[in-house]
């Protein structure tokens, strides 16, 4: 009946059920346990007749041709380039910090032999990571280092990360960037968009193909069992002869035998307001002040004309399975080991492939994870097609 | 697995799943061919962020208090009270006509005795017959009925029925109301409104129990096979023990064997305007001009705040399965005749229970369809719970 059976409409789930449907002529069959399809990147009108991103605002943006004509088979693309501000200080400035913040935060002077060093050290338009900065023995970059580190990151972070400062690892903290530039984009890809009438439209196109059926409203051990030892697939208690595609949690797929991989979560706020719109950007960072990390207007990322406008807040918090949605990967020594241990297990497992975000415990850009599954899909019936 | 498996997720569909899996604890899946829930109730937003309803206007009326607050444990309503003006002469009025029509279309002198006598014939506030007014004989209420059966009704009807004036039954269009009243309003019952976040929102609310599973994007026959002889259903090509309730078209399921239940169909047109709104009312009928036969502006029924405004334009054409949708069934005794075949047939299959306006070949308002599915279920299992 079916030749696959894929766990998950999200944007992994979502590429490869299209691509064996109408490539391979395969039958597909998606269960997905939320009632809609397009994973995180779901977006829908709320009671306000306002687009908005019920897992979080997303942006599409990538390097990849590839992954961009992809897509724009099933959407076409509003034009929109992303920009973010940082509460600095009292200003809201862009982040990532740049020639601009700079001279938005500090006094002409300074600001102006800030920008000669920094051009005169690194060149113009290139971003330079703090700890490059430190490395340079001038008094000033040092200080704009340390500013940068306090002032964008630190909070932010600890606000993000739930974690002390002194938790921190410098190597990866030194990675923030200053900006050389007065480009005031969040991110500098050649293709950024915002599908034209939304993500969930997209994905109901990518699912159109009469061989892809989507079961809504399924976890999948509702109707399959998996017997590890035996590699025996039961679907609706009969022997499943083909190949399972899981994009769910790892951890949970082995019943959390080896324990559970801790994820960071999100609460989200989102409010609504009579004004035709309430910030000047799409996201505003609160890097020092509140508790939430920032707020995204949604009308900005889709350029919709509608009464009122509708935001979100970020509130970050720790993941409990069943009770709120695992987001962020928590990546240490001991985390990866534990993951580890679940991929060596998922890979003897001849008929299941894992893929996605959760099923390899890492963060992934929604284009990341296109790639990844095109990618996967060629691997496997690249000689075929 | 399930306990009964569903086809169709329209309002017979959804109401059952409901009703079985929050009151007996069934397990309930329901395959539906369309790529989302709500039958032809379904409505979305447009590519210009506008409400509409993807399959006609739907605006809810009904009299029956079980029915308004059995739909209200899933929704709110915007109170609305729908009003149609028809294109009589030149002007926009009133329909059903009424004594404000009367007054608009006709010289003062004239409209004022037509009123009296009106008001003395038959009282105020009722709806009466124009076969009734023909009975009366006083030559003025007689044009009065010849008027109101040419301008109002004979025109729209031949061009929604595709059929000519002379194949029209007289004791049916009789039953064309004149209303002595000054009450604007299209219907007049207790409860009228719209779904306050829409017909979807309320059907995913319908459906959110854990028991329900939908399966969207696929024809039953694609995964069921009935053998009606032996009264055995497979599904999945496996024997299926539970009970199948069929929304679906009644001679779909007996692919045909009888012949084809002719219904009309609707062709619809969807037009995106810069004004805030178009028309004065939700809906304008072209009684006597043009070939479509009614035109619905979506904003004036949803309320949404939102720039531009949408409208829907229907055209009446012959339905062919497979290339269009069934709306109207075509009443008359040679297509009773065959329905009843394919009725007795079903009648006799014991696993198997037909209900809806498709699978019961008769035209049915929203509220009649709920009222009919809750009925199903209280005649039952209402021993049960
Ligand atoms: C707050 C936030 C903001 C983001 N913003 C951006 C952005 O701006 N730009 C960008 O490129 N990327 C962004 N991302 C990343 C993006 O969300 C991911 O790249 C993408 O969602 C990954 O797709 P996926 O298919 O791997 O996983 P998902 O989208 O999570 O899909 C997995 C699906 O599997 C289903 N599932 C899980 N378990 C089961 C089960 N047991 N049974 C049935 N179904 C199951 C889930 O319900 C889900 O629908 C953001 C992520 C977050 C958290
Ligand atoms: C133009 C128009 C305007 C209307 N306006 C109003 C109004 O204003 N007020 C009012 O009260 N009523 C209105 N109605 C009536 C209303 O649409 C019906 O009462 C209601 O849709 C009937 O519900 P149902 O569940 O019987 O059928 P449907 O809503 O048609 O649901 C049946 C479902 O079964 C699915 N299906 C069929 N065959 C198969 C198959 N082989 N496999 C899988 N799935 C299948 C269909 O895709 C459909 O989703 C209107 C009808 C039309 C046509």
Same mark, same amino acid.
């Given at each position: 009946?079916?030749?696959?059976?894929? %766990?998950?409409?999200?944007?992994?789930?979502?590429?490869?059920?299209?691509?064996?449907?109408?490539?391979?002529?395969?039958?597909?069959?998606?269960?997905?346990?939320?009632?809609?399809?397009?994973?995180?990147?779901?977006?829908?009108?709320? /009671?306000?007749?306002?687009?908005?991103?019920?897992?979080?605002?997303? @942006?599409?943006?990538?390097?990849?041709?590839?992954?961009? =004509?992809?897509?724009?088979?099933?959407?076409?693309?509003?034009?929109?380039?992303? *920009? %973010?501000?940082?509460? @600095? +200080?009292?200003?809201?400035?862009?982040?990532?910090?740049?020639?601009?913040?700079?001279?938005?935060?500090?006094?002409?002077?300074?600001?102006?032999?800030? &920008?000669?060093?920094?051009?005169?050290?690194?060149?113009?338009?290139? $971003?330079?990571? @703090?700890?490059?900065?430190?490395?340079?023995?001038?008094?000033?970059?040092?200080?704009?280092?340390?500013?940068?580190?306090?002032?964008?990151?630190?909070?932010?972070?600890?606000?993000?990360?739930?974690?002390?400062?002194?938790?921190?690892?410098?190597?990866? #903290?030194?990675?923030?960037?200053?900006?050389?530039?007065?480009?005031?984009?969040?991110?500098? =890809?050649?293709?950024?968009?915002?599908?034209?009438?939304?993500? #969930?439209?997209?994905?109901?196109?990518?699912?159109?193909?009469?061989?892809? $059926?989507?079961?809504?409203?399924? !976890?999948?051990? *509702?109707?399959?069992?998996?017997?590890?030892?035996?590699?025996?697939?039961?679907?609706?208690?009969?022997?499943? &002869?083909?190949?399972?595609?899981? #994009?769910?949690?790892?951890?949970?797929?082995?019943?959390?035998?080896?324990?559970?991989?801790?994820?960071?979560?999100?609460?989200?706020?989102? /409010?609504?307001?009579?004004? !035709?719109?309430?910030?000047?950007?799409?996201? %505003?960072?609160?890097?020092?002040?509140?508790?939430?990390?920032?707020?995204? *207007?949604?009308?900005?990322?889709?350029?919709?004309?509608?009464?009122?406008? #509708?935001?979100? $807040?970020?509130?970050?918090? !720790?993941?409990?399975?069943?009770?709120? !949605?695992?987001?962020?990967?928590?990546?240490?020594?001991?985390?990866?080991?534990?993951?580890?241990?679940?991929?060596?297990?998922? =890979?003897?497992?001849?008929?299941?492939?894992?893929?996605?975000?959760?099923?390899?415990?890492?963060?992934?850009?929604? +284009?990341?994870? %296109?790639?990844?599954?095109?990618?996967?899909?060629?691997?496997?019936?690249? =000689?075929?097609?």
């Amino acid at each position: 009946m079916f030749d696959y059976i894929i %766990v998950g409409a999200g944007f992994v789930g979502s590429t490869l059920a299209e691509r064996l449907a109408s490539q391979l002529n395969k039958k597909v069959l998606i269960i997905e346990q939320r009632n809609h399809i397009g994973g995180n990147a779901y977006d829908c009108y709320d /009671e306000h007749g306002v687009l908005i991103h019920q897992y979080g605002p997303h @942006i599409f943006h990538t390097r990849s041709k590839e992954v961009w =004509d992809y897509l724009s088979q099933f959407t076409d693309w509003r034009t929109y380039q992303h *920009e %973010v501000l940082g509460l @600095i +200080d009292g200003h809201k400035v862009p982040v990532p910090f740049n020639l601009n913040s700079l001279h938005q935060l500090f006094p002409s002077s300074l600001a102006n032999r800030l &920008e000669e060093k920094l051009i005169g050290h690194f060149g113009y338009n290139v $971003k330079v990571p @703090i700890l490059k900065l430190r490395e340079v023995s001038d008094s000033d970059l040092q200080y704009l280092a340390q500013y940068v580190y306090e002032k964008v990151f630190l909070n932010y972070t600890v606000k993000q990360w739930g974690v002390k400062p002194e938790e921190l690892d410098p190597t990866v #903290t030194g990675r923030v960037p200053v900006y050389i530039s007065r480009d005031n984009r969040y991110f500098q =890809d050649v293709y950024q968009g915002m599908p034209s009438h939304g993500y #969930t439209k997209m994905f109901e196109r990518m699912l159109a193909h009469p061989n892809i $059926k989507v079961m809504l409203n399924t !976890d999948y051990k *509702e109707l399959m069992a998996v017997d590890t030892e035996a590699q025996l697939i039961t679907f609706m208690n009969q022997p499943f &002869e083909g190949k399972l595609i899981y #994009t769910g949690p790892i951890d949970y797929f082995f019943d959390y035998k080896f324990g559970k991989l801790p994820y960071r979560s999100l609460r989200f706020q989102f /409010e609504h307001w009579k004004d !035709d719109l309430v910030q000047d950007v799409g996201t %505003v960072n609160y890097n020092n002040n509140y508790n939430f990390t920032r707020m995204t *207007e949604f009308k900005h990322l889709t350029g919709q004309k509608v009464d009122g406008s #509708t935001t979100v $807040k970020e509130f970050s918090q !720790d993941y409990v399975p069943g009770q709120n !949605d695992a987001y962020y990967p928590i990546k240490n020594d001991g985390n990866l080991e534990l993951y580890k241990k679940y991929k060596r297990l998922g =890979d003897s497992i001849e008929p299941v492939i894992f893929a996605g975000r959760l099923a390899e415990y890492q963060y992934f850009d929604m +284009d990341a994870v %296109v790639a990844r599954a095109l990618g996967l899909f060629n691997q496997l019936y690249g =000689d075929v097609i």
